[in-house]
């Protein structure tokens, strides 16, 4: 018999009892030594539960989760795609698992090769010169390159240079590392065709003499687009003093056909976790290595694994280094999954990664566009798209009730919705390579059946999901007044 | 959609700011179709007092469920004054967005208020140009 998922779960406070425990030590045979008094509290309202009922508590919840190793997720701009077990049955090698971050270099010669192969690797597909792969995610690669530019910029005598430009298709994440490595950004608008647009980008160029420290760019962008004038605008920028940051999310769209260094971008992040088939979402840790041109390369975080010339591997701290972006040696783990994967791939596999990344979003583009309004959908799209959650014939209907629908249809996770902000209403559709045309074609119908819902039984979407754990949670009272934990709840109820 | 409301007393920007001059100061808020875009506002960030601005500066944001968005300075100056019960009460923005200012400008002039002043839309003009956004 399957539990019933949608039957409510008690938290752990719920369930508890008193004097119930899950381990009962031994008598003492030692002399009891009691916690001096200032340190000992009169109320410590942890729950009390025996090893069985927190084993079933947890096992019910993670039944009620989803996640890719359960079917279709297609949440555009994150590239949700299927990771591969071999990578996992990499990871867990002894060799690997059971090494320490402290360990004396030369018994860990095997790790090191590791990383240094994964650098130069990453290095072909990007044209890069060095790669450091300390960043733990892709904002965090992306604070460390801005980090670089800054620190490049002052080291020539250039640190007046205080604007990063950012158009406004942009991750929300550029505008936040930019102000947090103390920058300001300035947007640049989008044209008609969904590209970075000229004029604006000279227009800000010509008030801001002498202030422009870089642009940050997503190639393909957030609308799922190649940006047609990467070039020129990279030429732009490099003219007015600055330098060209790339968010690497979408590199899944491009890899074996176009590398970012050929075409202007003087540093970028790889995020591991999306492109190279690394778990995220809840499943793990990312990686967010970050690759530069040959004159910021004396600029990265260290330390970087270098061959020595005996042929052995050691630590190197880049020679103008910003320091160390974090502990130890980054997300260790995660570099193992990332090179198991471009191994089993090749250099080969790796472009038919791309293609087949395009190739399914512009089959699953031109099926929903029957359906739903595709503002640029007159464009070839790279690997992913965005279609707007607003149908003429049933104007009450918003991308939030579609996305919610879906989750009743129990065939996919929503898409990502309400981003690029650009796009009223987005619906951003990243299908990945992983999947299979019966998973695409099951997607486009239940789209076509919500749509036809959305016209005869529009309350049936606006009360959606029906059929799932929880129903419509109040997002609105959860940004006011986040409740954080149990003991707040008690509080709030008195 | 309801056709978005305005106030005839106040210019708009682009950018979907209304500013309205109120004994010499620029008061600037977001219009109410910009709230219906945004849907219900979780969370304001309002600038300085003191700061300096330019027309066209970013100079707060306004947050909700579905986005987080700029808010520019329509006019330039001095911030004198922000509306900090926003900061509290963030649904005030939905409730009335034109009694729930954002944040007052002391223009470098009259004369040049009134330049900048003259850049932007109109009611009617506004109306127009949210209708035309598709909105």
């Not at chain 1, 003219?239 to 940051?245: I, K, T």
């Not at chain 1, 769209?253 to 088939?277: E, Q, W, Y």
């Not at chain 1, 190197?316 to 783990?333: D, H, L, Q, T, V």
Request: aromatic content about 6%; glycine content about 8%; charged content about 25%.
């Amino acid at each position: 018999m399957a539990l019933n998922i949608n039957r409510p779960e008690p938290t752990l406070f719920e369930k508890s009892r008193p004097g119930r425990r899950g381990v009962r030590p031994p008598v003492y045979d030692v002399p009891r030594a009691d916690l001096p008094q200032e340190f000992l509290r009169q109320d410590l309202p942890l729950p009390e539960l025996a090893e069985r009922d927190v084993v079933s508590h947890y096992v019910r919840l993670s039944r009620k989760n989803y996640g890719v190793d359960l079917g279709f997720y297609p949440l555009g701009s994150c590239t949700m795609k299927y990771n591969p077990k071999v990578n996992e049955v990499a990871a867990r090698m002894r060799g690997f698992v059971d090494i320490h971050p402290l360990q004396p270099v030369e018994t860990v010669q095997g790790a090191l090769e590791l990383m240094v192969r994964l650098q130069e690797m990453l290095a072909e597909i990007s044209g890069f010169q060095s790669v450091t792969l300390q960043p733990s995610a892709g904002a965090h690669g992306e604070l460390t390159g801005v980090l670089v530019i800054r620190k490049y910029l002052q080291d020539i005598g250039e640190g007046q240079r205080d604007i990063i430009l950012i158009p406004d298709s942009a991750h929300g994440t550029n505008p936040a590392t930019t102000s947090m490595a103390g920058l300001k950004a300035v947007e640049i608008q989008s044209d008609e065709d969904g590209n970075a647009d000229l004029r604006s980008l000279q227009a800000v160029l010509d008030k801001y003499p002498g202030r422009i420290a870089g642009l940050m760019i997503t190639n393909p962008n957030t609308l799922g687009l190649f940006e047609a004038h990467i070039q020129e605008i990279c030429q732009m920028i490099h003219d007015a003093g600055g330098l060209v940051y790339g968010d690497g999310a979408n590199l899944n769209a491009i890899m074996g056909i176009l590398r970012p260094a050929d075409v202007g971008i003087d540093i970028m992040h790889f995020n591991l976790h999306k492109t190279f088939s690394t778990p995220h979402g809840g499943g793990g840790p990312g990686a967010g290595p970050v690759g530069c041109v040959e004159k910021l390369a004396p600029y990265l975080p260290g330390p970087i694994p270098q061959r020595q010339e005996d042929g052995s591997l050691d630590w190197a701290m880049p020679a103008k280094s910003i320091g160390r972006i974090r502990s130890f040696w980054g997300n260790f783990g995660v570099l193992v999954r990332a090179y198991t994967y471009i191994r089993m791939h090749g250099a080969e596999g790796l472009r038919e990664v791309s293609e087949n990344a395009v190739l399914n979003a512009n089959y699953l583009m031109h099926h929903v566009k029957r359906t739903y309004p595709v503002p640029y959908g007159h464009r070839t799209c790279m690997h992913e798209f965005v279609a707007q959650g607003k149908l003429p014939d049933a104007p009450d209907v918003h991308a939030l009730d579609i996305a919610k629908r879906l989750i009743d249809l129990d065939n996919a996770h929503p898409p990502t919705i309400y981003f690029p902000l650009i796009v009223p209403e987005a619906l951003m559709i990243e299908p990945t390579e992983t999947e299979s045309k019966e998973t695409l074609d099951q997607f486009v119908a239940d789209l076509e059946q919500i749509a036809q819902e959305a016209r005869t039984d529009p309350e049936l979407l606006h009360e959606a999901p029906h059929n799932a754990p929880v129903r419509r949670l109040d997002e609105v009272q959860a940004a006011r007044r986040p409740i954080l934990s149990y003991i707040m709840e008690l509080q709030q109820q008195g | 959609m309801s056709k978005p409301k305005l106030d005839p007393n106040a210019k708009y920007a682009k950018s979907h700011e209304w500013v309205r001059v109120e004994d010499g100061l620029a008061v600037v808020g977001i219009s109410d179709a910009a709230q219906e875009m945004l849907s219900d506002v979780v969370f304001v960030d309002l600038p300085e007092v003191g700061e300096e601005v330019e027309a066209g500066d970013a100079v707060a944001v306004v947050e909700s469920v579905k986005a987080a968005e700029d808010v520019y300075a329509p006019v330039s100056g001095t911030i004198v004054a922000v509306n900090t019960a926003l900061e509290d009460t963030p649904e005030q923005v939905n409730d009335d967005p034109y009694d729930a200012w954002f944040f007052k400008i002391r223009p470098v002039s009259q004369e040049e208020l009134q330049k900048e002043l003259d850049a932007l839309m109109s009611p009617e003009e506004y109306a127009e140009y949210v209708e035309q956004e598709g909105h």
